[in-house]
């Protein structure tokens, strides 16, 4: 990637201030080191606090760990204050959240990336291992996984070969803690005794037979006790939160670069990923492969041994030092060309080209998943146009039963730990944020754009998507016509000619499918409250039209129903006393005789206005009144105080510059502590100390709403 080359002077006159702390050894210097190639030294100053600024709205960049940021300065301070970190993004770095995600996401869009790219995945809530029962009520996809698996893998001593395993994960927990395998609901079961915390009575109850029996074995470590020193357990009432995906095997198997002559080893590839402002996404080409401890062993090989895990989970946290010298490599070093054992039906041509391959799947994957949570979870995804942030994406390849390789996504991190990179990759860092500065930070301070002319095709910042929610919409962009409302417009048009030609048939097929299309958007656009109203309102009317069709049609059931209902309203006909109902017929047969014709023409008249306000007058309108929503930026305001009940923080701290003051005197003197001031902006002012002008300001530099 071309890195911005810092001229002699400043491009801006006005200096960037830097709070640089990031917390880690590791990172740190690398930061600086990526400042410094990239600014001038005199263009930025580095300063401890944020209370070191000239002045609140001084150009400002926050590099900081997440707990440490000052997002009230942030949002106080739109267009001169810069952070890396978005304040809402859980709908990404949440393993249940990104499920959820991820669902939402591919039933509106079967056609998705993400659905051959993300494992399906069960959510459950449990609290300690006797309430797994009824947290696993709904999870149907669970139930019938064990009930295929039932009776698979007890013959000829295959104690689990054939069945389906799944992995268990936190839903909260990071660092691959409480990760484990499982294929039977026993297995799971166990999995969170295992978990329990043990109460106090059995800690005392157990001591004498404890520690005899330590003092005869020699060693008192139980299976909880290990896990918790190998960072793996967990306690389940401090996470709550579960998933269960399908285990990914058989995955792709290599041996890591620097060591050619180990066995074949799992990996997963950690990409990292820039996501600046609201919103565009690049993906950091030089990509990692993180191989796993020990050679990979099928899964119901992992869980009869200890170091099963060590085969089966990939994360270098969980190393210790001595295995994780050599699991982590670059993944363009990986071999070209795939050995038999990794893929035995691939082809030698798919082969030869497959990290290509996985990278156009992943920067696929990154850009969908990303779009995802921003358009269908933007309540719990939220970027900001004055923040920055470094995602670490986890992705694996598996090869399928054709030989075919596929690149499936796992999790996304927030705050990567860039130390277990270690230090034959650092360059790998040192390039990423290097990018950071020139993609994030240079653009947001109108800073190099000369970079960005002398670039070349070979960038290491990929684009992966480039997706733009800005919260206010400019009104030229609002006023385009996208092909959708091209579409819309086209079959209203349509269907305005359909009724003009006045047809039965198609003006019934017409208002039909209208009927149901208001019913559809309201169940989809509106909360669940209004959506059972509205659903009780189309069973009333349901039943209301059944129930006149019925009787208009069948004489015995409209004379004991409705026929005995209005024997108490009219008296019934003199020349039809036996027939119930028949005062009603005899009403409606005068009153339709000298008053028919005028109803007749008076409902065609009201009919063709109906018909020309619902085809023509109310779609332009609801059109029109759409786009001058964008326009001003209500449309997002509306959605905030919808959710929140509060007024869009945009909106909050929305500042305008003062308007000139007119040449002319405007102010009345009332007194020496209060004047009024004339103008679009009239009132009564507060005058403190004798402070006139200070009181005309204040009146001037009001909103531009009460204008």
Not at 330 to 342: A, H, V
Not at 554 to 582: C, K, M, V
Not at 625 to 634: D, I, S, T
Request: charged share 20%; net charge negative.
């Amino acid at each position: 990637m071309p890195i911005h080359t810092p001229s002699e002077e400043p491009t801006s006159n006005t200096k960037i201030y830097a709070l640089i702390n990031y917390e880690d050894v590791y990172v740190q210097p690398l930061i600086l080191s990526a400042l410094k190639k990239a600014l001038p030294p005199n263009s930025y100053q580095l300063i401890e606090s944020l209370s070191s600024l000239p002045s609140s709205n001084s150009p400002v960049l926050q590099f900081l760990q997440y707990e440490s940021l000052d997002f009230e300065h942030v949002l106080s301070n739109t267009t001169t204050s810069l952070c890396n970190a978005y304040i809402i993004r859980k709908a990404l770095i949440r393993k249940h959240y990104l499920s959820t995600t991820v669902s939402n996401w591919i039933t509106k869009h079967p056609g998705s990336a993400l659905k051959g790219g993300v494992k399906p995945s069960v959510e459950f809530e449990v609290d300690y291992a006797e309430f797994l029962d009824d947290a696993l009520v709904e999870a149907w996809e669970l139930k019938e996984s064990w009930g295929r698996n039932e009776g698979k893998g007890d013959d000829d001593g295959g104690e689990g070969e054939g069945r389906e395993w799944w992995i268990l994960k936190p839903g909260m927990s990071d660092r691959g803690q409480g990760i484990r395998l499982f294929s039977t609901e026993e297995e799971l079961t166990a999995i969170f005794e295992e978990w329990d915390p043990e109460s106090d009575d059995d800690d005392d109850d157990d001591d004498e037979e404890g520690e005899d029996n330590d003092m005869r074995s020699g060693q008192g470590d139980s299976t909880k006790t290990k896990a918790k020193e190998e960072g793996t357990g967990i306690v389940t009432s401090q996470l709550r939160h579960f998933i269960a995906q399908p285990y990914i095997h058989p995955p792709l198997l290599l041996t890591p670069p620097s060591s050619p002559s180990s066995a074949p080893r799992k990996f997963h590839i950690r990409t990292y990923v820039l996501a600046v402002g609201a919103l565009k996404v690049y993906v950091y080409k030089p990509m990692l492969a993180l191989f796993a401890a020990k050679p990979y062993v099928a899964p119901w090989e992992a869980v009869k041994s200890d170091d099963g895990l060590k085969a089966s989970l990939t994360n270098t946290c969980l190393q210790d030092s001595g295995d994780r010298d050599g699991s982590v490599g670059l993944f363009w070093d990986l071999p070209d060309d795939l050995p038999s054992t990794s893929s035995p039906s691939s082809s030698a041509s798919s082969s030869s080209d497959w990290k290509h391959e996985t990278f156009t799947q992943v920067l696929a994957l990154t850009g969908e998943v990303f779009e995802a949570a921003a358009r269908s979870m933007s309540i719990h995804f939220q970027p900001l146009p004055n923040s920055f942030e470094i995602f670490g994406l986890d992705f694996m390849v598996s090869v399928e039963d054709g030989g075919e390789l596929r690149t499936w996504l796992l999790e996304v991190n927030a705050f990567p730990d860039f130390r277990q990179t270690g230090v034959e990759c650092r360059g790998v860092v040192e390039g990423l944020f290097e990018g950071v500065v020139e993609k994030g930070v240079l653009p947001f301070f109108g800073v190099g754009e000369q970079g960005e002319k002398n670039g070349d095709a070979n960038k290491a910042l990929s684009s992966s998507t480039f997706y733009d929610s800005k919260p206010n919409t400019t009104a030229s962009t609002a006023t385009m016509l996208s092909p959708l409302d091209i579409i819309r417009l086209a079959l209203m048009l349509a269907f305005l000619g359909i009724l003009v030609a006045d047809g039965v048939e198609p003006s019934v097929s017409l208002f039909s499918g209208l009927f149901w299309s208001i019913g559809g958007q309201l169940l989809h656009r509106y909360p669940q409250h209004y959506r059972t109203a509205t659903l009780v309102c189309i069973f009333i009317l349901a039943v209301t039209i059944n129930l006149s069709a019925l009787a208009i049609t069948n004489d015995l059931f409209y004379e004991n129903t409705i026929g005995r209902f209005l024997d108490l309203i009219f008296d019934r006909w003199r020349l039809d006393p036996n027939t119930p109902g028949s005062g009603f017929t005899y009403f409606c047969r005068n009153f339709w005789r000298y008053n028919g014709p005028f109803f007749v023409e008076l409902f065609w008249e009201i009919w063709y206005g109906i018909k020309v306000f619902l085809i023509a007058i109310l779609p332009l309108s609801l059109w029109a009144l759409r786009r001058w929503w964008q326009a001003f930026g209500l449309t997002d305001e509306i959605e905030w105080f919808s959710e929140h009940r509060t007024t869009p923080p945009w909106r909050q701290q929305l500042t305008l510059p003062p308007l000139p003051l007119p040449k002319k005197e405007t102010r009345y003197h009332l007194c020496d502590d209060v004047m009024f001031v004339c103008g679009q902006r009239s009132g009564f002012e507060k005058v403190v100390a004798g402070d006139f002008e200070g009181s005309i300001s204040r009146r001037r530099g009001l909103s531009r709403e009460f204008a």
